[in-house]
């Protein structure tokens, strides 16, 4: 069902909660961020050699790249982009950190021994 | 997906346009003209973000599982048990960013959102390892 225009808004459409809600829900998302790179780096410290390294250089650019899509998003929130359409480079930036994590969570699970 | 979830506007009556701050051609937009109401916009966001978290909680998941379970009877038990879930969390992670870009080219197209094989997916996934799981736990850990 369409929605309508908020009436005396002159067009504008009202967002009502729809802003804060999508906000903490990007504070959730970062919480389980955290709690992944929290699980994938509790043993990174045991590592040794390429295998090690490469374990680091993959939770820290999984990492990053996550932060850089929930900042780029931030950014559009605060310049009056419209937001879905500019959302895409942040959410794709957003996919590629969790991908990256996931790679790192193979390389554990295939190659690192508990 | 059934008609009702079409985002917006109606065959006899015009949405009223939206405020120019919104405009379709700002960088990185996707292609369509029609602006879809931002409440449908930031819907589709959090949808993709609640999907991005299973993907988190299942990769997170598949590495506690490879590293901090107890050894199963069968060999290299909990990488059976666990890489299939790392797995399914990056394929969930992908498939929520193509369906979000779906969902917004559809809104800007003024068409029936598509149908997501997002639960399909993450069902028989959930299903298959869960498969697993009881087999290993009959088989019994050392």
């Not at chain 1, 950190?97 to 193979?106: E, F, Y």
Request: hydrophobic fraction near 45%; aromatic fraction near 4%; glycine fraction near 12%.
């Amino acid at each position: 069902m369409p929605l309508d225009p908020v009436p005396g808004l002159d067009g504008e459409w009202d967002e009502g909660l729809a802003p804060e809600r999508t906000q903490l829900a990007w504070g959730r998302t970062g919480l389980a961020v955290v709690v992944a790179v929290g699980a994938l780096g509790r043993r990174v410290y045991t590592l040794q050699g390429t295998v090690g390294v490469a374990a680091l250089v993959l939770i820290a650019a999984g990492a990053l790249v996550w932060l850089g899509g929930m900042r780029e998003s931030r950014r559009l929130e605060l310049s009056m982009e419209p937001h879905g359409t500019t959302g895409r480079h942040a959410l794709g930036l957003v996919t590629a950190g969790t991908v990256i994590l996931g790679a790192g969570g193979l390389l554990f699970g295939l190659l690192v021994s508990p | 997906m059934s008609d009702d979830r079409a985002p917006s506007g109606s065959d006899d009556e015009d949405p009223v346009p939206p405020p120019s701050s919104r405009d379709s051609t700002s960088e990185g937009a996707l292609h369509g003209d029609h602006e879809p109401d931002v409440r449908f916009t930031y819907a589709n966001e959090r949808t993709f973000l609640a999907w991005n978290r299973t993907a988190l909680a299942l990769i997170a998941t598949g590495v506690v599982a490879t590293q901090l379970l107890p050894e199963f009877h069968v060999t290299d038990g909990r990488k059976i048990l666990g890489v299939p879930l790392i797995a399914l969390g990056a394929l969930v992670a992908i498939t929520s960013f193509r369906q979000w870009k779906a969902n917004e080219r559809a809104m800007r197209e003024q068409r029936p959102l598509p149908s997501s094989p997002m639960a399909a997916v993450l069902a028989v996934g959930i299903a298959l390892v869960s498969l697993i799981a009881v087999v290993l736990v009959i088989r019994g850990s050392k």
